[in-house]
């Protein structure tokens, strides 16, 4: 029993030993085979890669690496821009520069809008409207070639959320529009007809609306307008602005105030004074005779009250009289 004990024992152990030399090569050869479709995998991806457009290969690469350049944004659309300018020229003949700048105008594709001009002292305004892009170019032709430049103020408006809005509302218009009609077409009876007749009258009264001032803006930015004002070397110069502020300032301002206010009290009394005037003329003898009158009622009256009897005052004596004969 003792040696069977031993058979067993040892069976047991080599039993044992088989089985995790069969584990370990198992573990071994999974191991072996993990690599060669991880490789496997690789060369299937590089294959796809290979085959995958040029442009998504980049993104992916761009998208993969932590330095790799960031994917450049899409270009802005362009804005819509109004432009006006007002140009202030002292020249030395003011008729000829203005004819100079209507031609440099007229010549780039712009107009004049409109025109003003006096001879004493010699004076042009011009309201001109140039292309948007040959502004910028010619406004400096303007400043430089017509005489000396006085002064030049620019603003600019950026509609573009207006242009889009009017746009979008323009299409939706027609599509409005094009529905109501095919309803219209396929209308069958009288009621039905005026209704939508009237409904097609107001959507195309709207849509002209919509259009008429997706036009207006639609000029204002593909024109620019510039006010050029010619003046000669005669005319008087523009005040300059030499406002204070501070006390010397709030003096300045109080003491014209006060002026002004002055000035306004003597305009007034002066437009009164005419009138003023004739009622002292026009009242004073009235009044002089209206108080002598009221004299002479005053001085009338206490005499005709003492000629008069005195019923009040007799009328004690009698009593005092009729007192004792009557005890």
Same mark, same amino acid.
């Not at 290969?57 to 007002?86: D, F, I, N, Q």
């Not at 004739?278 to 009338?300: D, E, K, M, Y």
């Given at each position: 029993m003792t040696w069977a004990f031993v058979v067993l024992l040892l069976a047991g152990v080599l039993a044992a030993c088989g089985g995790g030399g069969d584990s370990g090569s198992e573990s071994a050869d999974s191991a072996a085979r993990a690599p060669a479709a991880t490789?496997?995998?690789?060369?299937?991806? @590089?294959?796809? @890669?290979?085959?995958?457009?040029?442009?998504?290969?980049?993104?992916?690469g761009a998208g993969a690496g932590p330095g790799a350049e960031k994917p450049r944004a899409p270009l802005t659309a362009a804005r819509e821009v109004v432009h006006t300018a007002s140009? =202030?020229?002292?020249?030395?003949?003011?008729?000829?520069?203005?004819?100079?700048?209507?031609?440099?105008?007229?010549?780039?594709g712009g107009y004049v809008e409109r025109e003003s001009s006096r001879t004493e002292p010699p004076r042009s305004e011009i309201t001109l409207k140039i292309p948007a892009d040959r502004y910028g170019e010619l406004l400096n032709t303007l400043g430089t070639q017509l005489g000396t430049k006085l002064s030049l103020s620019q603003e600019a408006e950026?509609?573009? /959320?207006?242009?889009?809005?009017?746009?979008?509302?323009?299409?939706?218009?027609? +599509?409005?529009?094009?529905?109501?009609?095919?309803?219209?077409?396929? +209308?069958d009876s009288i009621d039905e007809i005026i209704r939508l007749e009237n409904e097609i009258s107001e959507r195309e009264s709207d849509l002209e609306a919509l259009q008429a001032r997706e036009k207006?803006?639609?000029?204002?930015?593909?024109?620019?307008?510039?006010?050029?004002?010619?003046?000669?070397?005669? +005319?008087?110069?523009?005040?300059?602005?030499?406002? =204070?502020?501070?006390?010397?300032?709030?003096?300045?301002?109080?003491?014209?105030?006060?002026?002004?206010?002055?000035?306004?009290?003597?305009?007034?009394? /002066?437009?009164?004074?005419?009138?003023?005037?004739t009622a002292a003329v026009l009242g004073l003898p009235v009044l002089a005779f209206l108080r002598r009158r009221r004299g002479r009622v005053s001085t009338v009256a206490p005499a005709a009250g003492g000629s008069g009897p005195r019923p009040e005052q007799d009328k004690p004596e009698q009593q005092e009289a009729a007192g004792p004969s009557g005890g």
């Amino acid at each position: 029993m003792t040696w069977a004990f031993v058979v067993l024992l040892l069976a047991g152990v080599l039993a044992a030993c088989g089985g995790g030399g069969d584990s370990g090569s198992e573990s071994a050869d999974s191991a072996a085979r993990a690599p060669a479709a991880t490789s496997g995998d690789r060369d299937a991806g @590089a294959g796809s @890669a290979e085959r995958a457009p040029e442009g998504a290969g980049e993104g992916a690469g761009a998208g993969a690496g932590p330095g790799a350049e960031k994917p450049r944004a899409p270009l802005t659309a362009a804005r819509e821009v109004v432009h006006t300018a007002s140009l =202030r020229v002292r020249a030395e003949d003011v008729n000829a520069s203005a004819a100079k700048a209507k031609q440099l105008v007229t010549g780039a594709g712009g107009y004049v809008e409109r025109e003003s001009s006096r001879t004493e002292p010699p004076r042009s305004e011009i309201t001109l409207k140039i292309p948007a892009d040959r502004y910028g170019e010619l406004l400096n032709t303007l400043g430089t070639q017509l005489g000396t430049k006085l002064s030049l103020s620019q603003e600019a408006e950026d509609v573009t /959320g207006e242009v889009a809005d009017v746009a979008a509302r323009v299409r939706s218009a027609e +599509a409005s529009l094009a529905s109501f009609r095919k309803l219209y077409e396929r +209308a069958d009876s009288i009621d039905e007809i005026i209704r939508l007749e009237n409904e097609i009258s107001e959507r195309e009264s709207d849509l002209e609306a919509l259009q008429a001032r997706e036009k207006s803006l639609k000029n204002r930015t593909q024109f620019a307008t510039v006010t050029v004002t010619l003046v000669s070397k005669d +005319a008087p110069k523009e005040p300059e602005d030499d406002s =204070r502020g501070g006390f010397l300032g709030g003096l300045e301002s109080g003491w014209d105030a006060f002026t002004a206010f002055v000035g306004g009290v003597a305009m007034v009394f /002066g437009w009164l004074l005419p009138f003023l005037l004739t009622a002292a003329v026009l009242g004073l003898p009235v009044l002089a005779f209206l108080r002598r009158r009221r004299g002479r009622v005053s001085t009338v009256a206490p005499a005709a009250g003492g000629s008069g009897p005195r019923p009040e005052q007799d009328k004690p004596e009698q009593q005092e009289a009729a007192g004792p004969s009557g005890g």
